[in-house]
């Protein structure tokens, strides 16, 4: 079975700060890994995913994640947060062998202090 | 081009009743499916539709849920008999396949309240 674990259901960082979201993933299979973001009373709007075509993967408003399968994570990180990144952010997996559906992590929600 | 549509925005509903979401896929996009989002709580998949087929319905609660995709019109997930628990955001998504390489589209919820 496939399941993400996102630390910290909370992070605040001061605007121009590094961004950093932690995400760790199980899975039994090779993994496809997601990054969306939730803006308030707004759908999930996808920021970046892993494919297996390479391991530092970049994404929409300057983020980007890196997989390490030794430490079965996919961190999310920006080098300056931005006001306009306060959101909810959520990691996701789906198994190789079936896209059917996406098991998303509890999320964690980013506010930028000024 | 819209995106992913879904009605209505709010619903309030009084226990008992039935409540009806609907979810018009992207254009050209044959795969939708569903999530409830409960306050403090990631996405909990709940099911899986091509046009007139569940495809894996294996999140979906095994009374008074039932979701469509017919042929012709949107996506609705219907909700009979509704209590307090049901309360909650529900998202559709939709994707022109269903393999991994393909992201789901998410339309803006439809936030249920059961009073």
């Known amino acids: 079975a496939q399941s993400v674990t996102q630390l910290g259901s909370h992070v605040s960082v001061s605007e121009g700060a590094l961004v950093l979201l932690r995400c760790n993933y199980s899975s039994s299979v090779p993994p496809y890994l997601f990054w969306y973001v939730q803006y308030p009373n707004q759908g999930l709007q996808l920021l970046l995913k892993?494919?297996?075509?390479?391991?530092l993967v970049k994404g929409i408003n300057g983020f980007e994640a890196e997989f390490k399968k030794s430490e079965t994570s996919f961190h999310l990180t920006k080098p300056s947060a931005h006001m306009s990144d306060a959101a909810e952010y959520f990691c996701?997996?789906?198994?190789?062998?079936?896209?059917?559906?996406?098991?998303f992590g509890s999320g964690t929600r980013l506010s930028i202090r000024p | 081009n819209a995106g992913v549509m879904q009605n209505p925005r709010h619903l309030v509903r009084r226990r008992g009743q039935e409540a009806r979401l609907r979810c018009s896929p992207m254009?050209?996009?044959?795969?939708v499916y569903w999530y409830r989002q409960l306050p403090e709580e990631g996405l909990k998949f709940m099911v899986y539709?091509?046009?007139?087929?569940?495809?894996?319905e294996s999140g979906m609660p095994k009374e008074r849920f039932s979701a469509e995709f017919p042929k012709e019109g949107p996506s609705i997930l219907r909700i009979q008999q509704v209590v307090r628990g049901d309360s909650a955001a529900y998202f559709c998504?939709?994707?022109?396949?269903?393999?991994?390489?393909?992201?789901?589209?998410f339309g803006n919820g439809t936030r249920l309240t059961v009073t």
């Open positions: 892993y494919t297996s075509a390479a391991t």
């Open positions: 254009k050209g996009h044959s795969h």
């Open positions: 998504a939709s994707s022109p396949e269903g393999g991994e390489n393909s992201p789901l589209h």
């Open positions: 996701a997996v789906t198994p190789y062998s079936s896209a059917s559906k996406i098991i």
């Open positions: 539709l091509q046009k007139e087929n569940i495809i894996d």
